[in-house]
T-cell receptor
Framework: DADVTQTPRNRITKTGKRIMLECSQT?????MYWYRQDPGLGLRLIYY???????NKGEISDGYSVSRQAQAKFSLSLESAIPNQTALYFC?????????????FGPGTRLLVL | GENVEQHPSTLSVQEGDSAVIKCTYS??????FPWYKQELGKRPQLIID?????GEKKDQRIAVTLNKTAKHFSLHITETQPEDSAVYFC?????????????FGKGTKLSVKP
């Protein structure tokens, strides 16, 4: 879905480095999410935001922070990257139009922490 | 909070056979149950969903059933084809309000052998 974009698509970094993953959307949705995907563990929620002034921790927020710069932008930061943060990261957006929580995912960012 | 269990974690079927994936949920207030398909190297995408006021929903070769009393729901794929090979995720949520975020199962890797 080209309406949700993520940059970078791939990133290699070293332990201790600070990195930022960015997500942008043109769908006009209020809700945005960051997930990480690991083999066998499915999609785990890191942080979510229901509007610009609302930030909430998800299941696995330790070691991560986020910033909702605008309705369309939601960034995920790893303050000091560690190897077990190596994963595939997805941003997603949704709204509750019709009362249904359909989420639209970005293409993913593959992160390798050495 | 909500917990979603998904089984099996892997499933292999012959082309033309049926495939069934089952999920259970813990929160009796959950009332929206979507299924996402993730093809290799791609993003998860919604394929079908069901609300709690409906017991079954069909869309061509796929169907979802819901048993609210037992708190479980299932995805049924008939006449499987190689392009059905993917990872499938179930999810549950209370739609609306501040608790609308989805809780995902850990995924089922479906392989359809020609």
């Amino acid at each position: 879905d080209a309406d949700v974009t993520q940059t970078p698509r791939n990133r290699i970094t070293k332990t201790g480095k600070r990195i930022m993953l960015e997500c942008s959307q043109t769908k006009g949705h209020d809700r945005m999410y960051w997930y990480r995907q690991d083999p066998g563990l499915g999609l785990r929620l890191i942080y979510y935001s229901f509007d610009v002034k609302d930030i909430n921790k998800g299941e696995i927020s330790d070691g991560y922070s986020v910033s909702r710069q605008a309705q369309a932008k939601f960034s995920l930061s790893l303050e000091s990257a560690i190897p077990n943060q190596t994963a595939l990261y997805f941003c997603a957006t949704s709204d509750l139009r019709g009362g249904l929580e359909t989420q639209y995912f970005g293409p993913g960012t593959r992160l390798l922490v050495l | 909070g909500e917990n979603v269990e998904q089984h099996p974690s892997t499933l292999s079927v012959q082309e033309g056979d049926s495939a069934v994936i089952k999920c259970t949920y813990s929160d009796s207030a959950s009332n929206y149950f979507p299924w996402y398909k993730q093809e290799l190297g791609k993003r998860p995408q919604l394929i079908i969903d069901i609300r709690s006021n409906v017991g079954e929903k069909k869309d061509q070769r796929i169907a979802v059933t819901l048993n609210k009393t037992a708190k479980h729901f299932s995805l049924h794929i008939t006449e499987t084809q190689p392009e059905d090979s993917a990872v499938y995720f179930c999810a549950a949520s209370r739609y609306g309000g501040s608790q609308g975020n989805l809780i995902f199962g850990k995924g089922t890797k479906l392989s359809v052998k020609p």
